[in-house]
């Protein structure tokens, strides 16, 4: 058993684990945060990813040990209170999500390429760096477009306001 402490979506936490324990299992099993979906546990389906000190990870090929001291942002800490992250209104706004399995992964990808590229992101760019993230219903054609409008809404936006939206 190892203990971990880290900061979730602005709360810190502190649990003592088994030292194989996943990050994604332990956020869905001991801090209740089950947007973070479990699709593969091999790293294959993106349905995983959170940002862990700023950057999109897959958090089923993390150990909870291994973010330890880190801050951890899951899709339940994305947006404000009532509000939605532009990224998650584009991807309503241009119908992103069928299932919605994939949409929490997809969705976070999408803010750390927006983040990455802030001049702004062409469809190719796109299409290239959701690679690692599956999805078994829409095609993709319309998460594509949504990541776009929220890349160029996002782009937009005052800086003091895009840097709190990423």
């Known amino acids: 058993m190892s203990d971990v402490s880290m900061t979730v979506n602005g709360r810190q936490v502190s649990a003592s684990v088994e030292d194989r324990t996943l990050l994604v299992h332990f956020l869905r099993e001991h801090l209740g945060l089950t947007g973070t979906h479990v699709g593969c546990d091999t790293s294959q389906c993106g349905a995983c990813v ?4 700023g950057k999109a ?3 089923c090929s993390m150990l909870a040990v291994q ?5 951890v942002i899951t899709i339940e800490g994305l947006a404000g209170m009532g509000d939605l992250h532009p990224v998650q209104a584009a ?3 241009h119908h992103g ?7 929490p992964g997809m969705i976070m990808t999408a803010v750390d390429m927006i983040r990455r590229h802030p001049q702004g992101l062409d469809e190719a760019t796109v299409r290239a760096e959701l690679e690692g993230n599956i999805c078994r219903c829409t ?13 160029r809404t996002m782009a937009k936006a005052p ?4 840097k709190k939206a990423a």
């Open 139 to 151: 095609g993709y054609h319309n998460i594509v477009k949504a990541i776009l409008a929220a890349s």
């Open 97 to 103: 999500l069928q299932c919605g399995f994939c949409t």
């Open 57 to 59: 990870v897959k958090s």
């Open 50 to 53: 959170v940002h862990v000190d």
């Open 159 to 162: 800086k003091g306001r895009a």
């Open 91 to 93: 991807f309503r706004e």
């Open 67 to 71: 973010a330890s001291g880190s801050e």
